[in-house]
């Protein structure tokens, strides 16, 4: 089945700065990427994804990119502001079966 | 409803107990997920339901774990003689098609 690897597992960056998080699965077979955004105490919220038809998607500060041939696919935030404060989930599936998640990145944006 | 409904959102029992655990999804979703998650872990699937097909339950930890899903609808996850590592948040999750689950606020199990 698929395996979702992701790093790093805690990132702080100076408020303004770019944070990067890396996700990589095993499953070539996989075609959805979605990630989530957890708040403390809060639920699970989908920030973005991507099929397997892209290899980029942008919404506003927030991109995502997929390389299917080294099996990765990244999150990028720039201008990063102290809400962007949480614990990010990158997942993967091949559409047939429930998303396998990451282990989740800690993400500090230090003010 | 507007959500995915998630009851109770905390429950303490004691060890050896049985607990349930209720998952109301969004009104037309036709798959509803259970996840858990563990302090400081990612979100390990248990169980996913889709329309009237025979669930998935290749995620169950145990036989002491069983859900059903009733009329397509509410979500029950039952934890039979709680064990201390059963202390997690379980989360649920409904979707329309494959992609763009909307997750629960989830119940957060502490056995004691």
């Known amino acids: 089945g698929e395996n979702v690897e992701q790093h790093p597992s805690t990132l702080s960056v100076q408020e303004g700065d770019s944070a990067v998080i890396k996700c990589t699965y095993s499953?070539?077979?996989?075609?959805?990427f979605p990630w989530y955004k957890q708040e403390l105490g809060k639920r699970p919220q989908l920030i973005i994804d991507?099929?397997?038809?892209?290899g980029e998607k942008k919404d506003q500060r927030i991109a995502v990119t997929l390389n299917k041939t080294a099996k990765h696919f990244s999150l990028h935030i720039t201008e990063t502001q102290p809400e962007d404060s949480a614990v990010y989930f990158c997942?993967?599936?091949?559409?047939?079966?429930?998303?396998?998640f990451g282990k989740g990145t800690r993400l500090s944006v230090i003010a | 409803g507007a959500g995915v409904s998630q009851s109770p959102s905390n429950k303490v029992t004691e060890k050896g107990k049985d607990v349930e655990l209720r998952c109301d999804p969004i009104?037309?979703?036709?798959?509803l997920y259970w996840y858990r998650q563990s302090l400081g872990q990612g979100l390990e699937f248990l169980i996913y339901?889709?329309?009237?097909?025979?669930?998935?339950k290749s995620g169950l930890p145990s036989d002491r774990f069983s859900a059903e899903r009733t009329g397509g609808s509410v979500s029950t996850l039952t934890i039979q003689r709680t064990q201390q590592e059963d202390s997690a948040v379980y989360l649920c999750?409904?979707?329309?098609?494959?992609?763009?689950?909307?997750f629960g606020s989830g119940t957060r199990l502490t056995v004691v």
């Open positions: 499953d070539s077979a996989s075609n959805y």
């Open positions: 999750a409904s979707s329309l098609v494959y992609y763009g689950y909307t």
């Open positions: 339901f889709q329309g009237n097909s025979a669930p998935d």
């Open positions: 991507i099929r397997s038809n892209v």
């Open positions: 009104s037309g979703h036709t798959a």
């Open positions: 997942a993967a599936s091949p559409g047939n079966t429930p998303l396998v």
